[in-house]
């Protein structure tokens, strides 16, 4: 019903920045929880931001609070997610997803509904 493209990763070096795109397709998510996880080698995928259907309460990882911003463009069916100061530890596959339960626990990986199929962001020191 949803199908979800993620862009825009890549390799940048420490202290750079990146901005990924998840598109979304077969419907509209403007009523929709968005999310933004990772996952490295050897680990488990991990949450690391989220924006709620309304497009005003957003949640973060400790990890990266401060770094990262999420948002969202309803008109564009599209949600970003803008990556300054980036650590090698935030190598891994970005994976973005929606909820469609409006009021979801987004932080919990197992509430999402849809996934995309990730996309490579690598930070070298």
């Known amino acids: 019903q949803v199908q979800l493209v993620e862009s825009g990763g890549g390799l940048v070096q420490a202290g750079g920045s990146l901005r990924l795109s998840c598109a979304a397709s077969?419907?509209?998510?403007?009523?929709?929880?968005m999310g933004w996880f990772r996952q490295a080698p050897g680990k488990e995928r991990e949450f690391v931001a989220a924006i709620r259907w309304n497009g005003v309460s957003t949640y973060y990882a400790d990890s990266v609070k401060g770094r990262f911003t999420i948002s969202r463009d309803n008109a564009k069916n599209t949600v970003y997610l803008q990556m300054h100061s980036l650590q090698p530890e935030d190598t891994a596959v970005y994976y973005c997803a929606a909820d469609t339960r409006r009021f979801g626990e987004l932080t919990i990986r197992d509430e999402y509904d849809y996934w995309g199929q990730g996309t490579q962001v690598t930070v070298s020191s």
């Open positions: 077969g419907r509209t998510v403007s009523s929709y929880g």
